[in-house]
């Protein structure tokens, strides 16, 4: 491999927020003395865990977090998932987190070693700082030449571009792509704008202020920056914060940029990695880059079996290592693939180097505070006696369910065209669709009437 070919621009993915399970977790919840307020950051009671979670996090940003494993046990629906997200957006911008769910590994696509490896290096930074060449200037006239066949949608091919500073003006000939970047850009006269001239990237910095003697009104969102002075052409320090999985599919010649957004990596070779730690050493050597470990976060860890923790054990080991946080609801369990039984379905070996983090379930008043939480994130307004209906279900089911009924009481009240959810409404629901306990009951009650399967009626031979 002649150089190894950082990814350009990849940390610009449009996030699409979405009304998910989590996405009233705003963070951990935690004051500058990592104490955990009862209700803050969109996270409810389990202080202790938040406490320790804290902890975590501490470790996290000051970097001493190699070989180190956390798990989170509790039963289900106690906030396990919700803490590993809190985690996740304390952490600030430049440090990865990586969450899998154990199911992810068994692909047909690549094996489970495979499967691990990126899972691990999509939670390793590298802040990669270097020097790049760069014309920087404001924008004086674009020319573009019309093309020659006169042809209703040929493309532009050539055209000019004159460029000044406070000290010079220069004229560059432009080809068709740099056209097309300068339109994405919306550039026009007046704009400074910066050309990266290794990768042609083009960058609107705003409007010059020199221009706001010279040109029409501009609109209130309109930014403002210098005229630059000096020379045209300069060199500009510019810092990028890549993972370790990116770099690697990017150099991976089978693969190519593209499967960074179609997430169709496929297996990449280990030649391919080695070559990049190498250059990543290299970098890290000369004071280029510094590596920023991040979390990998791998929930049902109960699914994972026999190699995979071996696999966990020795990956550890490796002093870039990210810190690794797993999650189970399972006690004493089965460890998969294997008759030997054993804490959370985990081998005693790999618990011994786990530090464990306990959730418990919830007050009654935490999960109304839990649920008021969710009815806000979900723009919902509800009576207190809905929600203390709600509650008890909660008690009742699952902290889950009752977080489901929510928007569908909200559909029943609107459907009687209601300002406000009421008793009714959460009842109405309650009873069209059922939770766990009453689906069991029913199973159980009418079992019979039910298409018979191949093992009942092996069993049934056999017995
Ligand atoms: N302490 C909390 N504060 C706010 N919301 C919470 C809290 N605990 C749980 N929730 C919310 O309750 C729902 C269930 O919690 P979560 O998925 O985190 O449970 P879990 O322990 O991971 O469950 P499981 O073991 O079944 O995976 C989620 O929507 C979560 O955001």
Redesign the pocket.
């Known amino acids: 491999m002649a150089e190894i070919k950082k990814p350009l621009e990849i940390n610009d993915r449009t996030k699409i927020e979405r009304i998910?399970?989590?996405?009233?977790?705003r963070g951990l919840g935690l004051n500058s003395s990592l104490d955990a307020h009862s209700?803050s950051n969109?996270?409810?009671?389990?202080l202790p865990a938040?406490r320790a979670a804290g902890l975590i996090l501490q470790l996290v940003r000051e970097g001493r977090i190699s070989g180190r494993a956390v798990l989170?046990a509790?039963?289900?629906?106690?906030?396990?998932?919700?803490?590993?997200?809190?985690l996740a957006k304390s952490l600030g911008p430049e440090t990865p987190f990586a969450p899998l769910s154990s199911s992810e590994i068994y692909s047909l696509e690549f094996s489970k070693t495979e499967a691990l490896t990126q899972a691990f290096r999509k939670a390793i930074s590298v802040r990669i700082t270097e020097e790049v060449e760069i014309i920087e200037g404001q924008v004086v006239k674009i020319t573009i030449d019309r093309p020659a066949s006169g042809e209703r949608g040929a493309a532009w091919n050539t055209g000019k571009l004159t460029l000044k500073t406070t000290d010079m003006e220069a004229v560059f000939e432009l080809g068709g792509k740099m056209i097309e970047a300068l339109m994405k850009e919306k550039v026009q006269n007046g704009d400074v704008i910066t050309l990266d001239k290794a990768s042609g990237k083009v960058t609107n910095l705003g409007r010059s202020t020199w221009t706001t003697m010279n040109y029409d009104a501009v609109g209130s969102s309109t930014k403002f920056v210098q005229c630059p002075e000096g020379e045209l052409q300069k060199r500009k320090e510019v810092v990028q914060c890549v993972t370790l999985h990116e770099i690697d599919v990017i150099n991976s010649r089978t693969q190519g940029f593209l499967a960074l957004f179609t997430g169709d990596t496929g297996e990449l070779s280990s030649e391919v990695r080695e070559q990049v730690n190498s250059k990543v050493t290299e970098w890290l050597v000369g004071g280029k880059a510094e590596i920023i470990p991040g979390v990998l976060f791998i929930?049902?860890a109960h699914m994972l079996d026999i190699e995979c923790f071996s696999f966990l054990n020795r990956a550890l080991e490796n002093e870039m290592a990210p810190i690794l946080v797993i999650?189970?609801?399972r006690g004493i369990s089965n460890i998969r693939g294997t008759n030997y039984r054993s804490p959370h379905g985990i081998p005693a070996d790999f618990l011994d180097r786990l530090l464990i983090i306990c959730?418990q379930p919830?007050t009654e008043d935490?999960i109304l505070?839990?649920l008021d939480?969710?009815c806000e994130e979900e723009d919902v307004k509800m009576s207190i006696s809905a929600k203390g209906l709600l509650m008890k279900i909660s008690v009742e089911t699952s902290?889950?369910y009752a977080?489901h009924l929510i928007i569908l009481a909200a559909l029943a009240c609107q459907k009687r065209k209601g300002a406000l959810v009421e008793r009714g409404d959460v009842s109405r629901v309650y009873h069209l669709f059922i939770d766990v306990k009453r689906s069991v009951q029913y199973l159980t009650e009418y079992q019979n009437e039910y298409m018979p399967n191949e093992i009942n009626e092996t069993e049934a031979m056999q017995s």
């Open positions: 998910g399970v989590h996405s009233h977790i209700a969109g996270m409810v009671g389990q938040r989170l509790g039963q289900p629906g106690t906030g396990k998932t919700a803490i590993a997200m809190g929930d049902e999650a189970t609801n959730t919830y935490e505070k839990i939480i969710r902290l889950r977080m």
